[in-house]
């Protein structure tokens, strides 16, 4: 994985077998708009035409990187102190507005179909797991994630505007 400069990360995306390419597009696309500030892909080829399609330009917008090897992936969200959050049925999983999940400096990662591969399983610190209660059994990876992208945002952007008019309102 080539090395890229994040320093002040507070958002990242991580795909692991996402195979349709228009899922991987979407999901650059929601990563580009929010202001991630990486896309690591193991699946689907993310400069394939359908997935360029589909990231309509968010692709130029954050930096995109192949993740071959979840330990070098998984090191460098860890040396940008960012606590992975997966997307997740697992058993363990919570709400994902459940209280003790900290969207503050996070890294979003979405699995395929199947699930999240045994290889990124074995480097993930500790991940908070959540679900999005919903009526149906699952969304598409591309919904799924592009909504916790968002809600991730909406976290940030809302306790960085606290954390600046309470510290201006007490001067």
């Not at 991580?14 to 195979?19: C, I």
């Amino acid at each position: 994985m080539p090395r890229i400069e994040a320093v002040g990360a507070r958002l990242a995306l991580a795909l692991d077998r996402v195979s349709d390419p228009g899922n991987v597009g979407t999901l650059i696309r929601t990563a580009a708009a929010v202001g991630a500030a990486v896309v690591c892909v193991g699946g689907a080829d993310p400069f394939s035409p359908k997935a360029l399609r589909a990231a309509m330009g968010g692709t130029f917008r954050v930096p995109v990187v192949r993740a071959d090897a979840w330990d070098a992936a998984a090191a460098a969200l860890a040396e940008w102190n960012l606590k992975t959050i997966v997307a997740d049925l697992h058993p363990d999983s919570v709400p994902y507005y459940a209280a003790g999940v900290d969207w503050d400096r996070s890294a979003v990662v979405v699995g395929g179909e199947v699930g999240l591969s045994a290889d990124l399983e074995a480097v993930l610190d500790a991940p908070s797991r959540v679900y999005i209660p919903i009526a149906i059994e699952s969304l598409n990876a591309a919904v799924a994630g592009s909504f916790l992208l968002l809600h991730a945002h909406h976290h940030q952007t809302s306790s960085t505007s606290s954390r600046s008019s309470s510290s201006s309102s007490s001067s």
